[in-house]
């Protein structure tokens, strides 16, 4: 696909397949090359759309514009490329924060919301505790893989692990601390989930080293309607690790949700 001009830069993305539109919205650790696994298999029933988001892999522009304020913004301009009046959302890690403002501000765009290993946005006291004690576990499991997969994973997975981390070596070594230095401009009130009526699933791994299955459950509980499900031996990215248990978890998600157009 050709790139997508948006303020400040472009968007590289891609579509597979035919369908009800899923979006899939990666982390900081990667970039659209990381759902390898998943768009094969949901591109069977769905137009699956990926994209790098700005700063990320094959998305480029100004370093000055990389914020989660643009975030929903970009996802919404992705959409409008592709065509798409309305799709389900599934968004990993960082890409939570794209999704849960996003279905806030657009409820009539997003058919489905999928939060994996994200509070997107929400600091509940468990969150808030999380994130307090974040810097001394990342002192205690150094390096991208370190974080976001299972302690005995690379183990394990010796190329799988490789792989994950080449994939993340793609991006600019500063991307990741400027999305992260602007996050705690960009939190949702709990207040704000009042009358929210958008199908959500969170999944979570039971390792995961960033927010911890607790901490993710108390999300869960804040947003009307969500359900969560627990991946035990999985870390931050049960959808690396253990990709079929996750994919069969969101389609049947998917699944229970009202059908939505496969075009505007």
Known sequence: MPGLDVAGGTLHWEAHGAGPPLVLVHGSGGSALSWWQQV???ARHHRVITYDVFGFGRSAGDPAARHPRRLAGDLAAVLDAAGVARAALVCQSLGGWTGLPFALAHPERTAALVL?????????PAIARDLAGLPERMARRPGLAGMALAEDYPAREPALTFLYEQIG?????????????GLAEVVIPPARLAGFAVPTLLVAGEQDAFFSPPALAEVAAAIPGARITIFPGAGHSPYWEIPAAFDAEILRFLEGVAPWPASS
């Open 40 to 42: 094969p298999r949901y």
């Open 116 to 124: 994996s290993g994200s509070p997107g946005g929400l600091v509940t």
């Open 169 to 181: 070596a793609r991006n600019p070594p500063d991307v990741i601390a400027a999305y992260g230095a």
